[in-house]
């Protein structure tokens, strides 16, 4: 089998001696460059063709937001954002850019190199596009005129028809990005997401999302109750909850949780606590965490949507979803707020119940 070959961007030779250390006893590994900006990267990923990247944000001479756009518009590589936490809005902007996944940068331990050699490994066998900025989307019905970007007056708890859960992975950021700006202010649901993320990071994605869309974006909290019209997003350290009284509910997590924060946690408490008010949506990721709780929502009489594969970075969850029979729809990503906002609209009728291979 071929090793993994790995190029490391950081402007300090520090920490790319660090990330080095952590590689150099990986039999299938090989280090085939280093760089210490975002031009060097670029010229490395064309000339040396690696498999997988590690790139810093914060350089000089080309940042790696830059650096990570031109790659992916020109020779697409599979990228890895090792950043510091107190960067995670840009951490979560390079991933809109093209980047795979994000964690913050490794220390001196065994539980940090574990994670990043897992997280390059992953991502190396993940097939990327090259021109994603420009990829063609999928055509849609025209929907009806957005309402202008205004103060979102939130509603009562209880004072919506539906509340919509959604599960994410690898992928998943550049997926909500999507969804979420072409959702209304008025818009009548609330949303809550459990999307897998590096510890530290969720709040930076909440703040990011929230800059981009007319919906005011938070991390969920211990008792809350679920407003309509407010987008709730699992911190990774817990696993997010819905209760029957439809608050929210942090569950601690465990150190052998394989997915944080875990989707088929919260999917599994929508389907309890709103039954045939429930609306499962399950994006591009990794594994599969959610599938389950997909399929709990369908047979709770709700509706269940799956993003398809051509629009998926990684057709994993959501593949075995459909594979399970749990997504009544199957929709291109282009599609589904789209479709969110026909059945959150008040003369909606549920009718969602055809699918698609």
Not at 115 to 130: C, D, H
Request: hydrophobic share 45%; net charge negative; with cysteine.
């Amino acid at each position: 089998m071929a090793a993994i070959r790995i190029v490391l961007v950081d402007d300090s030779s520090l920490a790319r001696g660090l990330l080095r250390s952590f590689l150099e006893g990986e039999i299938d590994i090989e280090i085939v460059g280093e760089a210490a900006n975002g031009r060097e990267a670029v010229d490395m990923a064309r000339e040396l063709r690696p498999s997988v990247i590690s790139m810093d944000l914060e350089m000089p001479v080309m940042g790696g937001l830059d650096a990570i756009g031109e790659i992916m518009a020109t020779k697409a590589v599979p990228i890895l954002v090792v950043s510091d936490v107190a960067n995670a809005q840009n951490a979560c902007e390079a991933i809109r850019r093209g980047a795979l996944d994000v964690m913050s940068k490794p220390e001196l331990n065994g539980v940090s190199a574990a994670e990043f050699v897992a997280k390059l490994r992953m991502l190396s066998r993940v097939p990327v596009i090259t021109h994603l900025r420009s990829r063609p989307s999928v055509a849609v019905p025209a929907p009806s005129p957005m309402p202008a970007a205004t103060p979102h007056a939130v509603g009562e708890p209880g004072a919506y028809r539906q509340a919509i859960a959604i599960a994410s992975s690898t992928g998943g950021p550049q997926a909500l990005a999507e969804i979420l700006p072409a959702l209304p202010a008025d818009f009548s649901s609330p949303l809550l997401i459990a999307q897998h993320i590096s510890d530290g990071f969720a709040a930076g994605m909440a703040d990011w999302l929230g800059g981009l869309c007319r919906l005011p974006v938070r991390l969920g909290t211990e008792g809350e109750p679920i407003r309509p019209g407010i987008v709730y997003l699992s911190p990774s350290e817990a696993h997010m909850a819905v209760t029957p009284a439809r608050t929210l509910t942090l569950m601690p997590r465990r150190a052998d949780d394989l997915y944080h924060p875990n989707c088929d946690i919260l999917l599994k408490s929508v389907a309890a606590a709103f039954g045939r008010k429930a609306i499962g949506v399950i994006l591009t990721g990794m594994g599969h965490d959610g599938a389950a709780g997909l399929e709990e929502i369908r047979k709770a009489g709700g509706t269940t949507i799956a993003q398809d594969e051509a629009s998926s970075v990684i057709y994993g969850m959501n593949g075995v979803a459909v594979a399970r029979g749990a997504a009544q729809r199957v929709l291109p990503l282009a599609e589904i707020a789209f479709a969110l906002r026909r059945l959150a609209a008040p003369e909606a009728v549920a009718d969602m119940t055809g699918s698609r291979p």
